[in-house]
């Protein structure tokens, strides 16, 4: 999980939410989302449950806490690719990293698969997905036509921001549905290619 910037007692505070958000998880996937108490994570994580609440409002927030960041740095991926790449291509090769992520880390799968097999956790992971939405827009609008005016570059790449959200979420289902057995780069290249002849600039 990468840090953003800010004060040092910001950075200081994502630190330890950085740590606690690694502890969880191995507990949820070594015992279970439900079995894992609050209790269990501040203990293993050397905090006390009061000390905790001051990190994360719940359990839930917790596992919000391990994607939090994502959005932005698909956003900076993006703004990273070559200026005359086009807007389909450079969403699809911003979500590179997030992939390479998903498919390196051991406990990534076991996660997604309790996420989208918890209704409240599955919620709160489409929840933050629409919170990513404006700042890969923004980071999309520069590479649209001139000819189109504020309102339009402004709806154009909100537009395509929420598409390949949509693509990669459902192959992202797809892969944790699938016990892995299919690549995740594939699956996200597949969504992803099924709907591009709608999004030729």
Request: proline letters at 4%; one cysteine or more; a positive charge.
């Amino acid at each position: 999980m990468e840090q953003r910037r800010g004060t040092l007692r910001e950075r200081k505070r994502r630190a330890v939410q950085d740590d606690v958000a690694a502890i969880a998880a191995g507990l949820f996937v070594a015992n279970g989302y439900e079995a894992t108490t609050v209790e269990q994570i501040a203990t293993a994580s050397g905090l006390s449950p009061r000390t905790f609440f001051r990190y994360f409002a719940n359990k839930e927030s917790v596992v919000s806490h391990m994607f939090e960041v994502t959005g932005v740095d698909i956003a900076d991926a993006l703004t990273n690719r070559p200026s005359n790449e086009e807007p389909w291509l450079a969403l699809r090769r911003s979500f590179d990293k997030l992939v390479q992520q998903l498919t390196e880390l051991p406990e990534s799968l076991p996660l997604n698969r309790m996420i989208y097999t918890t209704p409240s956790l599955y919620a709160g992971q489409l929840h933050k997905q629409v919170s990513w939405n404006k700042t890969i827009a923004e980071a999309l609008a520069p590479r649209l036509p001139r000819t189109l005016n504020a309102d339009e570059r402004r709806l154009h790449a909100g537009a395509l921001a929420s598409a390949a959200i949509a693509c990669l979420e459902y192959a992202r289902s797809e892969w944790a549905a699938g016990n892995g057995k299919s690549a995740m780069a594939t699956l996200v290249d597949t969504a992803m290619s099924a709907v591009s002849p709608l999004f030729k600039q």
